[in-house]
């Protein structure tokens, strides 16, 4: 079987009820440690395996406790409250430290859901932007690997050329997609919902250190219409509200090509001025 | 010593290293259990009452895992890492069930963080909108208590008061304050993150039920410029992104009068259609 690298990436092996072991990948390593995003994948990956589990993602909060080492890690996922329509979920990703303890690196949260057809509308409309047959193809400057797994055609908003300090502004709009051909699933959407570069970076053109410290996502379509996007291209937008005293935050939002909204998410995340 | 109905809401007990009774107040009852946003702030003064607190809230996010029962529960709070600079927190609140067993009500987490002043840039401006004292005070339609524990000032999107079906939009913004006067302080500000009426119900014109599941606030300022905000108006602004099959999202910032932005805020709604 050729297995996807993303799905490599967040394999996890069962050790007991609703533990697991999993490995960093090099495929998506970044600055330190690695790509966020899978290992928020990872978590959600966790809730997905575990037999006990109804319905599907709703929402998804995770919190980067400390970097991940190269290496081994353990994952837990907990369902403590099972409804009529919900279930929620506790999951936390754990590494030995080298001294005979065991570290938390992660703790994460998650409500799955049984979704019915009723009424529903889109209130955030997907922006007026060019085909993606129109936009240029980006090759990005940075040498962390993750970045290798996505393609990107940046159409507002790149990473600055000049670092000069110059930004006046948060946004980027990019259309995205797996580099190597997927079909979308919620760990990939997950992934994706943390693709984009640091907002700091664009605001003030300037390449500090950053660090994710939480991240949300809030998922607006189930299993079978994110399947229906096959390896489509995504339109990512995303922006900061609010950048004070070491921390800012980070809004984004995710459409299929057909302009359906397919997830919105949120971040606070650390810079260093 | 005339302590504040909301300081009397959120009162914990600690009873062990990290662990607290409470019990909900029939001030802040809503329809079926109490008020979301003081049960989100009991859960944050938990941190906020731990012994071993470094820093101030950076990030909440609280999953409403059933309507809590009128009466006590217990809360715990637990530092799961210590970093240089940031703190993380895990807490739960349970409920006897009435049938010899122990209940999730809500599980929680928490960012805390050491705030140093550096650059710092708002880039979600407040819109501009008449001043408080040109917007008339609201009398709430709603038979609830916690309505009354808040002054409001509905500039835009108010609850419809015909039920046609007729909504085109999810947006309101509004000026609030607590009734009785009280400094703002992050449990405060929690509260406020929450106040706002159903989207949904502004968007159909339709009053179906609703029920938050998860809900994230990311705060922005620390407490000296809390505090110093006293008694004063916020202008709060929320709408949705999407309804889809039985769940809408709520994005919502809250400005001081001066215009700097203290907190931005989401949340997962179930309704019912």
Same mark, same amino acid.
């Given at each position: 079987?050729?297995?996807?690298?993303?799905?490599?990436?967040?394999?996890?092996?069962?050790?007991?009820?609703?533990?697991?072991?999993?490995?960093?990948?090099?495929?998506?390593?970044?600055?330190? &440690?690695? #790509?966020?995003?899978?290992?928020?994948?990872?978590?959600?990956?966790?809730?997905?395996?575990?037999? &006990?589990?109804?319905?599907?993602?709703?929402?998804?909060?995770?919190? #980067?406790?400390?970097?991940?080492?190269?290496?081994?890690?353990?994952?837990?996922? /907990?369902?403590?409250?099972?409804?009529?329509?919900?279930?929620?979920?506790?999951?936390?990703?754990?590494?030995?430290?080298?001294?005979?303890?065991?570290?938390?690196?992660?703790?994460?949260?998650?409500?799955?859901?049984? /979704?019915?057809?009723?009424?529903?509308?889109?209130?955030?409309?997907?922006?007026?932007?060019?085909?993606?047959?129109?936009?240029?193809?980006?090759?990005?400057?940075?040498?962390?690997?993750?970045?290798?797994?996505?393609?990107?055609?940046?159409?507002?908003?790149?990473?600055?050329?000049?670092?000069?300090?110059?930004?006046?502004?948060?946004?980027?709009?990019?259309?995205?997609?797996?580099?190597?051909?997927?079909?979308?699933?919620?760990?990939?959407?997950?992934?994706?919902?943390?693709?984009?570069?640091? /907002?700091?970076?664009?605001?003030?053109?300037?390449?500090?250190?950053?660090?994710?410290?939480?991240?949300?996502?809030?998922?607006?379509?189930?299993?079978?219409?994110?399947?229906?996007?096959?390896?489509?291209?995504?339109?990512?937008?995303?922006?900061?509200?609010? #950048? /004070?005293?070491?921390? #800012?935050?980070?809004?984004?939002?995710?459409?299929?090509?057909?302009?359906?909204?397919?997830?919105?998410?949120?971040?606070?995340?650390?810079?260093?001025?």
């Amino acid at each position: 079987m050729n297995t996807h690298v993303f799905d490599q990436a967040i394999a996890l092996t069962p050790t007991a009820d609703g533990q697991y072991t999993g490995a960093t990948s090099p495929a998506y390593a970044n600055m330190v &440690g690695p #790509f966020g995003g899978v290992t928020a994948a990872t978590a959600l990956n966790a809730v997905l395996q575990h037999p &006990g589990l109804l319905g599907e993602p709703l929402s998804l909060t995770v919190n #980067f406790c400390a970097a991940l080492a190269d290496g081994p890690f353990g994952v837990t996922a /907990r369902p403590v409250r099972t409804n009529r329509s919900t279930q929620h979920w506790v999951m936390d990703i754990t590494q030995a430290n080298g001294e005979g303890g065991i570290d938390t690196v992660l703790t994460a949260s998650a409500v799955t859901a049984a /979704r019915r057809t009723t009424w529903s509308v889109d209130d955030e409309a997907m922006p007026t932007v060019p085909p993606v047959a129109e936009v240029s193809p980006y090759t990005v400057p940075a040498p962390v690997a993750w970045i290798q797994r996505y393609e990107m055609r940046p159409i507002e908003g790149p990473i600055p050329h000049i670092w000069d300090g110059g930004g006046d502004h948060s946004r980027s709009r990019m259309w995205v997609r797996d580099a190597e051909p997927r079909v979308l699933d919620f760990c990939g959407l997950t992934a994706l919902a943390d693709v984009f570069f640091p /907002r700091v970076w664009l605001r003030r053109a300037t390449p500090v250190p950053v660090g994710t410290v939480s991240m949300t996502v809030y998922f607006h379509a189930g299993a079978a219409p994110l399947a229906g996007c096959g390896h489509g291209w995504l339109l990512g937008q995303a922006r900061a509200q609010a #950048f /004070r005293n070491g921390f #800012f935050d980070q809004t984004a939002q995710l459409w299929n090509e057909g302009g359906h909204l397919l997830a919105t998410s949120h971040q606070i995340v650390y810079y260093k001025a």
